[in-house]
């Protein structure tokens, strides 16, 4: 079996709410091994990037985050000092976010944020940083990576910026990154660009990728396993092929049917009826019974257990679960 | 040691952490261009500050010197490079109108006449003399208390903004409870618990003018600790006081130095506010301005002596908001492309 990167077991975030706690994250699992590219599935606020902030104790206050198992690279995230905990971050698991505009502090330059990544988690002198940093920006692609060392922020396309977040993500060689919409803020043309960066340095490097995206697009050029997740929960796991072609919850189904494609032309498009519900009004049942065309009286009040379907294809579906068993 | 020598040596601490700031300041491509740009702005009012910083600069130094029979004893005290400007005994022993040759009121001949550019005041001192020794006084006032505002503003603001909770309800309440006191009164009630004196009256306006910078600060900092460059210096492992020194506070600086030049010339008033009710600084030009209250009731009005101090003050705030309002283009990024 090949090394493992990430385990998380029953991962839940909670933020305090009007009336208790609210979980944003509810009983999250995933791992990820060695060179593998997880795909974290979902519309906008369904918990993704908190999934992500929690896997590095990053969630801002008050926000709380419990879970039986978090562990990255072997060590227990959950129970670390600080100090270690810093070290972690950066070192054994780095983040790209997705706002390159903001990414970056404006009143320092691009190399000096670089530099300053490096020598946080080694001890090497300024030139040596700046020698790196130069050939980590040759590497991910930013022409003339000399010059654009001294080009503040604001001097760098939203690309570059990127590639310079990038650069910075890889300085210490970690072994997970953990990339949080990569392209969503940029045009379409850098969007494969940063696509194909991403794949090659994957490739390169073998590093492990927890990919946090709702363009299925990327997860199909990217993933190699998808976890679709639904107001804070997952609803389905599976291999890449398995989710984008043979999913079987009925809100992947929903999400595959919504994309635009060439068969379809002049069809309107599919859509999934209604919006995803406040934290407060999720039945205590499947969270997606309230829009779920197929929804079967338990599914608004019990919740769903998984339903194993192949051996890496998991299902949290009362429909899919009797069809199964039938 | 005595009071001048101390005095001396704080000019020359004072001078050298200026330089040094702006040796530190001109390496950085981002300050060096902002200092163009305001000199480019407005060069003359840059050069009306920076000329009365060299005047207050000569008046700053002083020293005894070594005795000459002919100076009488009460002359032995410390004198500055603007005092030895003039002479030993130019003092007149009343009145006299600017370059005028005898009194204003008798007639009787002056030692020196037409020899004063700006006239004497009551008891015949020069008063183009005292209108230089001002400059000191109000950059003092503005310097001093500029120096205690923005350190007391900068750790009450970050921290509270930072660290929220508690801490910020805490400041919080410090900021508003000192804002809903009438400053004038607090002012007034601060220097007569510590007392008159430069010094004194600095700390007291230091104490009250630090409100409103703070507010600003933390308000500032509230923002910046949610962007994404501080989250993403936090997902790579960078410690919370590393956070704040390199990314809160460098991206701070360009609204404290837009605040504290203009926090400058509210200073420089509020002292001549402070003369014109008695409990200012002793040589300030508030102090002269107060003193001329009388001399315009008379009959002819004594004016030469109102005039000299307003329009130095004048020229000063006028100036400093000037150069202010340059820093204020230059450095804040909604106006930052504006041509000026």
């Known amino acids: 079996m090949?090394?493992?990167?990430?385990?998380?077991?029953?991962?839940?975030?909670?933020?305090?709410?009007?009336d208790?706690?609210?979980?944003?994250?509810?009983?999250?699992?995933?791992?990820?091994?060695?060179?593998?590219?997880?795909?974290?599935?979902?519309?906008?606020?369904?918990?993704?990037s908190m999934t992500a902030f929690s896997l590095l104790r990053l969630v801002p206050r008050p926000g709380r985050i419990a879970a039986r198992r978090i562990e990255i690279c072997g060590r227990d995230v959950l129970s670390l000092p600080v100090p270690e905990m810093r070290q972690v971050r950066g070192r054994e698991a780095a983040m790209i976010f997705q706002e390159p505009m903001t990414s970056l502090n404006p009143v320092q330059t691009?190399?000096?944020?670089?530099?300053?990544?490096?020598?946080?988690?080694e001890r090497i002198d300024t030139g040596a940083a700046r020698r790196r940093t130069v050939e980590l920006f040759d590497r991910v692609g930013i022409p003339d990576p000399d010059a654009r060392f001294d080009a503040y922020p604001h001097q760098l396309s939203g690309g570059m910026k990127q590639r310079v977040m990038i650069a910075m993500a890889l300085s210490s060689h970690?072994?997970?990154?953990?990339?949080?919409?990569?392209?969503?803020?940029?045009?379409?043309?850098?969007?494969?660009?940063?696509?194909?960066?991403?794949?090659e340095l994957q490739r390169e490097s073998g590093t492990s990728i927890l990919l946090i995206t709702h363009d299925l697009g990327?997860?199909?050029?990217?993933?190699?396993?998808?976890?679709v997740m639904y107001a804070a929960r997952l609803v389905e796991e599976g291999r890449r092929e398995t989710i984008l072609g043979a999913a079987r919850h009925p809100y992947t189904q929903g999400l595959l049917r919504s994309i635009p494609g060439l068969a379809r032309r002049g069809e309107p498009l599919a859509e999934i009826p209604g919006v995803v519900?406040?934290?407060?009004?999720?039945?205590?049942?499947?969270?997606f019974a309230g829009r779920c065309e197929r929804a079967l009286e338990c599914c608004a009040t019990t919740r769903p257990d998984e339903t194993r379907l192949a051996d890496e294809h998991v299902v949290s579906c009362h429909v899919v679960a009797r069809e199964a068993s039938r | 040691m005595q009071a001048y020598v101390v005095s001396n040596l704080v000019v020359g601490l004072l001078v050298a952490g200026v330089a040094l700031v702006a040796w530190r300041a001109w390496r950085s491509r981002l300050w060096r261009e902002a200092a163009a740009g305001v000199a480019r702005r407005r060069p003359a009012s840059l050069a009306v500050v920076l000329l009365f910083v060299g005047v207050a600069l000569l008046d700053a130094v002083s020293w005894i010197g070594a005795p000459r029979e002919d100076e009488a004893l009460s002359l032995r005290k410390p004198r500055s490079l603007i005092d030895r400007a003039f002479p030993v005994d130019w003092n007149e022993r009343s009145y006299s109108r600017p370059l005028a040759a005898v009194e204003f009121y008798g007639g009787r001949a002056l030692r020196h006449p037409g020899k004063h550019l700006l006239g004497t005041d009551i008891i015949g001192r020069d008063v183009l003399h005292l209108t230089?020794?001002?400059?000191?006084?109000?950059?003092?006032?503005g310097g001093l208390t500029t120096l205690i505002?923005?350190?007391?503003?900068?750790?009450?603001?970050?921290?509270?903004?930072?660290?929220?909770?508690?801490?910020?309800?805490?400041?919080?309440?410090?900021?508003?409870?000192?804002?809903?006191m009438p400053s004038l009164l607090l002012l007034i009630a601060l220097i007569a618990v510590l007392g008159r004196g430069p010094v004194q009256v600095c700390v007291a306006l230091g104490v009250t003018g630090w409100v409103g910078l703070c507010r600003l600060v933390r308000g500032e900092t509230l923002k910046l600790r949610e962007l994404d460059y501080v989250r993403a210096a936090r997902a790579l492992g960078v410690s919370e006081v590393r956070i704040l020194f390199r990314h809160l506070l460098p991206n701070l600086m360009h609204l404290v130095v837009i605040t504290a030049v203009l926090l400058f010339s509210g200073l420089v008033l509020s002292e001549a506010v402070l003369s014109w009710l008695g409990i200012g600084i002793d040589g300030s030009w508030g102090q002269m301005i107060d003193q001329a209250r009388d001399e315009l009731s008379r009959d002819p009005p004594i004016v030469w002596n109102l005039l000299s101090a307003s329009l130095a003050l004048f020229a000063l705030i006028l100036a400093v908001n000037r150069v202010g309002d340059a820093v204020r283009d230059v450095l804040d990024p909604r106006t930052a492309g504006d041509a000026g």
């Open chain 1, 277 to 287: 519900p406040a934290p407060e009004e999720w039945p205590p049942g499947c969270h």
């Open chain 1, 174 to 199: 970690p072994k997970l990154l953990i990339v949080d919409e990569p392209t969503t803020a940029l045009d379409v043309t850098i969007q494969a660009q940063i696509l194909d960066l991403l794949r």
């Open chain 1, 218 to 227: 990327i997860v199909n050029e990217l993933a190699d396993r998808v976890s």
């Open chain 1, 2 to 18: 090949s090394e493992r990167v990430l385990t998380v077991e029953g991962l839940s975030t909670r933020f305090p709410g009007s």
């Open chain 2, 149 to 180: 505002v923005i350190p007391l503003a900068l750790l009450f603001g970050v921290s509270a903004g930072y660290r929220g909770g508690r801490w910020d309800d805490f400041v919080f309440f410090l900021i508003s409870t000192l804002a809903a």
């Open chain 1, 110 to 121: 691009a190399g000096a944020q670089v530099v300053e990544a490096i020598r946080l988690h």
């Open chain 1, 20 to 48: 208790g706690p609210v979980a944003v994250v509810e009983d999250v699992s995933f791992e990820i091994d060695r060179g593998e590219v997880l795909a974290l599935v979902g519309e906008s606020g369904c918990g993704k």
């Open chain 2, 132 to 141: 230089l020794k001002g400059a000191r006084v109000a950059l003092l006032v």
